[in-house]
Structure formats: C-alpha cells, structure tokens
C-alpha cells in the first residue's frame, strides 16, 4: 500500500514560516515529479508548488519568492519551505505526485495537513 504522508502543518502568525514535508512510503521503486497543492475553504484546490526528478521547479505567481519546493530522492521525500507567511495563504496542502511502483506509474495523494496563518 503506497500513502503520501504530510506532516509540519500548524498555526503561525503572518510573516512566519512551515515547512511541509511529504513522505512516499510501501513498496515503492522511486518518486517522479511531485506537487503541493492547497484548498482554502470556498475555494478550488490550486497547485502551489511542482519539482521534476531532476529538481525543476515551478511555482504559483501567488508564493514566488516565499515558498521553496525540494526534494530527498534518497529519502523518497518532498518539502515545501513556506517564508512570510501570509493570512490568505490558510489552507489545507496536499501533496501529490508520481510513485513508481515496480515499473507502473502511478499518481497518488496525502490527506492533507492545515496550516492557518493568523493576523
């Protein structure tokens, strides 16, 4: 069984920062590009942060400069350093991404971790 687990979430004050880690576990062979996404509450889920294998990243305008997605191939682990938080950045983040599982591709995501930033 392959889970995408979440961890580091949590309350801050604005002008804070989290870091989310997201660790693949079971009987993986690797992880392929992978995302974090959020869903504020009202609101439609929307990709935050993507890194490829190779450690291409690409960001939402919304937490450029901010936030830094990273990656622990060895430790089939991503992260997502949050910087100057911000009240419009509560939401709960998902990770979500590719896991090899012997030779099928298969995508896969967390539950889910909360983060509230308060004013």
């Known amino acids: 069984q392959v889970q995408l687990v979440e961890s580091g979430g949590g309350l801050v004050q604005a002008g804070g920062s989290l870091r989310l880690s997201c660790a693949a576990s079971g009987s993986i062979s690797s992880i392929g590009e992978m995302n974090w996404y959020r869903q504020a509450p009202g609101k439609q889920r929307e990709v935050v942060a993507s890194?490829?294998?190779?450690?291409?990243?690409n960001y939402a305008d919304s937490v450029k400069g901010r936030f830094t997605i990273s990656r622990d191939n060895a430790k089939n682990t991503v992260y997502l350093q949050m910087n100057s938080l911000k009240p419009e950045d509560t939401a709960v983040y998902y990770c979500?991404?590719?896991?090899?599982?012997?030779?099928?591709?298969?995508?896969?995501w967390g539950q889910g971790t909360q983060v509230t930033v308060s004013s």
């Open positions: 979500n991404g590719d896991v090899w599982v012997g030779l099928r591709l298969k995508n896969y």
């Open positions: 890194i490829t294998r190779a450690g291409s990243t």
